[in-house]
Every structure is written in structure tokens, then in C-alpha cells.
């Protein structure tokens, strides 16, 4: 892990982090009410979210409305290294706390790759020409590597993690939209 991403994760995490639990509920529901009007989502059957954990964009009550309008709703669940999964769920009770802390799957049906049509992507950092920083574990961009053409990819963050320009390697993947409190990138 390179030192100017881990400066980035470093810094960006902790100005996160200071958000107050109503600015983050706020910013989010902003957030993810954009989600909600995007083509992308309004044609999705399939969708692959990240439980929110920490100060990240709040995503659970966007699942309980995922599976309410009936959409198939799939949680990463990371099987080992480099190698995460994503795992249908009927509800929230699927979820269970993971040895880092995490709400993921406890078990389900693994969906194939190829028929989910839109990835909710979490990060770090974004650019805003598509590029992001992770956490630093890269299940993303080789998760991202295995999808469609027609998946769309969408990253939530909010503005404070949006910065100018992100170093990219040849393995970091590109998103194809990002969605902040007061902005829509396309890529």
C-alpha cells in the first residue's frame, strides 16, 4: 500500500469521522434519495449494497426500501482473501457482525456476478473522474473486474471526500457515476 493512499485514507477518514451522527443521517438521506432517482436504480432488479459501517454514508435503511420494492438485494461477504461475494438477503435478520465489525451475510444464495445490475460502491476517496480509494484490501476493484458491461457502478460519499485527483494503478477500476450530498458526477 503506497504511502500517498494511505496519507489519503488517513486524512479523509478522519475528517469523516468528526461528521456528527444527525449531519451523517442528513447528508445520507440526501444521498441516497439521488440514488433512488437515478436510471440506474429505478431499472435495476439486482442490486449489490454495502451495509454502512462507521461514518460511511448510511445505506440500511436504503436496503430495508430496496427489498420493499421488491428488488433482489445481494451483501458483500468477504470468504477470504481477496475474495468477497455477493450474498442475497430477505431482510436485515441475514445479517450478522463479522470479525472486523461488519454487518455482512451470515449465509444465503451467492448471486452470479453477471446478472447484478448496479454495484452501490463505498470508498475512501473519490476523484472526480471515477477513480477511487478503497479501504486498502482491493475486494472491490478485483469484484468490480468480474462484472458486465451493462452493471453500473456507483459510488456514495459525501463531499468532504471528494478530491481533485487520485493516483491510479492499472488494477484500480472505474466507477461510472458518483452521488454526494450536492453533486452527480457522471464518468
Known sequence: MSNYKKNIRKTITSQRDLLKPNDIKEKSNKIINKLYNTLNFIEANTIFIFVSFGSEVDTREAIKYMLSLGKTVCIPKVIGKFDMRAIKISGMKDLAI???????????????????????????????????IGYGGGFYDIFMSKLQGHTSKIGIAFDLQVIEDISYESFDIKIDGLLTETSHFIF
Request: with cysteine; aromatic share 6%; hydrophobic share 40%.
Open 98 to 132: 463479522n470479525k472486523m465489525g461488519i454487518l455482512e451475510p451470515r449465509c444465503g444464495v451467492e448471486i452470479d456476478s453477471t446478472i447484478i445490475d448496479m454495484v452501490v460502491v463505498p470508498g475512501v476517496a473519490f476523484d472526480k473522474t471515477g477513480y477511487r
